[in-house]
């Protein structure tokens, strides 16, 4: 069930006279205490050290206490401050709600309790606002990185963003540093398919922008716990484990639709005169598969030919991981499904047959050579001839097997 958001109040207007370089959106619940402090800090650091148009947005999301009415008096007394108040909890919709209608050339935000130190805000937003970047983190795992934690949540920081290297094949170093900004269209392409609203919706978005291919940038920063943050560590891991549940099956079941979204970032494959288009990404996952389909082969021969003679041995290992081979190139090479496999597998067997050719005749003539071949020649040989095999492999399935016109991709 989908929660609605009211009673949106904002105060303060936008500049209107000035093009609005960078929004700063400060998430809040229930931060009476802390928000005064950490405004003044930012809204001084900002008018002294930062040399672009900024306007800070306090954020209040359901807040009990009396951290709206705080929200409302900065907003009267500071220059370039606004308060927006939302009548329903989650960090990630205040950022939602805020980020989406703004008019600024990039959007940020920032933990209220300032855990970052500021020097790191001018590099977090100038590869966005030169055009280099489509999203900045900050990153507490950097080596240069300078952060005091207890080792509780040093452990914890590591194993999930190692979690999602592993599930989601994530790139970035640091999923939930309090502490990142976007370039607005950017933002406004990746937030309609963002469906978190609380803790999660980092990583959700960090996830959609790096597979939609937008380039991020990480900044090294420094951090010190908050020791006064009332994040509860196990409701939190427990729901970003949920969510990365939700988000790689949307991938795997191809619910998002990454394709459309690299094409609107103008993300699509760079065209070279004279390189057929895929021609590199595609030859560096068949050779992937072919070190892997190498090595199983190679396992193979040596497990059988003690069994069998090397002419047996070799037929029993090339057929087995060519199979393999074929399934794999049509599955992540090639990015073929559906119907054709019966079709694509008797192809695939009859390239066999020509590997099959290579390496056994490669074998015959090892043994006219020698009757008694040492087993590491025996083995180079193949890996030479399977090298061979490998290429005119790729050829025929880019040319012959998947060609586009004959599959539905």
């Known amino acids: 069930m989908t929660e609605r958001t009211t009673d949106m109040t904002a105060l303060a207007e936008r500049p209107a006279t ?3 370089d960078v929004e700063i959106v400060v998430p809040v619940h229930n931060e009476q205490d802390d928000l005064g402090p950490s405004i003044h800090r930012l809204h001084a650091f900002l008018r002294d050290r930062f040399p672009f148009t900024a306007l800070i947005t306090i954020a209040d999301n359901a807040s009990t206490d009396a951290t709206w009415n705080r929200a409302r008096e900065l907003a009267e007394q500071l220059d370039g401050v606004r308060a927006v108040h939302l009548d ?18 990039v959007v940020a935000y920032m933990d209220v309790d300032l855990s970052t130190d500021l020097a790191a805000l001018l590099p977090l937003v100038a590869p966005l606002l030169s055009g280099h970047s489509d999203v900045a983190i900050g990153s507490r795992l950097a080596r240069t990185s300078r952060v005091v934690r207890g080792p509780k949540r040093e452990i914890i920081s590591r194993c999930y963003n190692l979690l999602l290297r592993t599930t989601l094949r994530a790139r970035f170093s640091d999923a939930q540093c309090g502490f990142k900004a976007m370039r607005t269209d950017a933002a406004r392409l990746m937030l309609p398919h963002v469906k978190d609203t609380a803790w999660f919706f980092d990583t959700e978005l960090l996830v959609l922008a790096e597979r939609s291919g937008m380039r991020i940038a990480e900044v090294p920063v420094d951090w010190v716990d908050d020791p006064d943050s009332r994040v509860d560590i196990t409701s939190t891991a427990l729901a970003d484990l949920r969510g990365i549940a939700r988000v790689g ?3 795997v079941r191809r619910e998002i639709p990454l394709h459309e979204l690299r094409a609107a970032a103008g993300r699509d494959a760079l065209v070279v005169d004279g390189v057929p288009q895929r021609l590199a990404g595609q030859a560096l996952r068949f050779a992937a598969i072919g070190v892997l389909s190498t090595l199983a ?8 030919r003690p069994l069998m003679g090397a002419q047996a041995a070799n037929l029993v290992a090339l057929l087995t991981t060519a199979i393999g081979n074929t399934a794999a190139n049509r599955r992540w090479t090639f990015g073929v499904r559906g119907a ?3 079709r694509h597998h008797g192809q695939g067997l009859a390239i066999f047959a020509l590997g099959l050719g290579l390496t056994s005749g490669a074998l015959a003539l090892l043994a006219a050579v020698t009757t008694s071949p040492p087993r590491l020649v025996e083995l180079a040989v193949l890996v030479l001839a399977n090298l061979l095999a490998t290429a005119l492999r790729f050829v025929l399935f880019r040319e012959w097997v998947f060609r586009p016109k004959e599959t539905t991709r």
């Open 18 to 20: 000035r093009v609005l």
């Open 88 to 105: 329903a909890k989650g960090r990630g919709r205040a950022l939602q709600h805020v980020w989406a209608s703004s008019d600024a050339r």
């Open 249 to 251: 099956t949307a991938l």
């Open 297 to 304: 082969y190679l396992l193979l021969f040596v497990l059988a």
């Open 340 to 342: 054709g496999a019966a």
